[in-house]
């Protein structure tokens, strides 16, 4: 059973550059949340996407957004990108309840 | 606020040297606790559930515990492929379930 894929696995960006990032869920699930994570704050919640619509948002500014498509795949995008946005981006699958199952992550440099 | 709190950030153990990490919670309502293990530049990998006081879940040398106000991973005689990062999660009620609340870690490395 394949497991969550996000892509690309590495990027670098230039400050004020915007970037997407991929994440395709677990056969099956429906939710998909995202999160970034930094050797300071952890792992902090951006947002979470079921049936194509955002169920709940984290505490981050409005240059951070995603989707969803009907196949459950998700996108999630940063505008205006700064410094402090570099982090590893990490995408999580489930049903809607229960556990979470992670992808490998992207990991973003900003410079 | 919910929050989740875990000590000690960082854990130093001899092969064989059996030991707790412990996971504080303060939540609304606590939906079901996660433990993860996360290796270096990879994405959490999940290893226990947790929803009600009392609750115990086993796997291999790791056994997770759940209280009222904290769970424990407990690792029996570790051997150094233990070595990783465990993170604590809980999942409040009112929250969506996608919106898991992560504390900082543990840091685990076992010598041979």
């Known amino acids: 059973k394949a497991g969550v894929t996000q892509t690309p696995r590495y990027l670098i960006k230039t400050r004020g550059q915007q970037v997407t990032l991929s994440c395709s869920p677990i056969?099956?699930?429906?939710?998909v949340s995202w999160y970034q994570q930094t050797p300071g704050q952890g792992l902090q919640f951006l947002f979470e996407?079921?049936?194509?619509?955002?169920?709940n948002k984290g505490n981050f500014p409005g240059r951070f957004s995603g989707r969803q498509f009907s196949n459950s795949r998700s996108e999630m995008n940063v505008s205006t990108l700064e410094l402090g946005d570099s982090a590893l981006y990490l995408c999580?699958?489930?049903?809607?309840?229960?556990?979470?199952?992670f992808g490998q992550g992207t990991r973003l440099t900003v410079v | 606020e919910d929050q989740v709190t875990q000590s000690p950030e960082a854990l130093r153990l001899q092969e064989g040297e059996s030991s707790s990490l412990n996971c504080s919670y303060t939540?609304?309502?606590?939906?079901?606790l996660f433990w993860y293990r996360q290796d270096p530049g990879k994405g959490p990998e999940f290893l226990f559930t947790?929803?009600?006081a009392g609750e115990e879940k086993e796997k291999e040398r790791l056994k997770a515990t759940l209280t009222k106000k904290e769970s424990f991973l407990h690792i029996t005689a570790p051997k150094p492929e233990d070595s990783a990062t465990y993170l604590c999660?809980?999942?409040?009620?009112?929250?969506?379930?996608?919106?898991?609340?992560f504390g900082k870690g543990t840091k685990l490395s076992v010598k041979p």
């Open positions: 999580a699958s489930s049903r809607g309840q229960g556990e979470a199952f």
């Open positions: 999660a809980v999942q409040a009620f009112g929250g969506s379930q996608g919106n898991l609340i």
């Open positions: 056969s099956g699930h429906r939710s």
């Open positions: 947790l929803y009600s």
């Open positions: 939540v609304s309502g606590l939906r079901g």
């Open positions: 996407y079921f049936s194509e619509t955002q169920r």
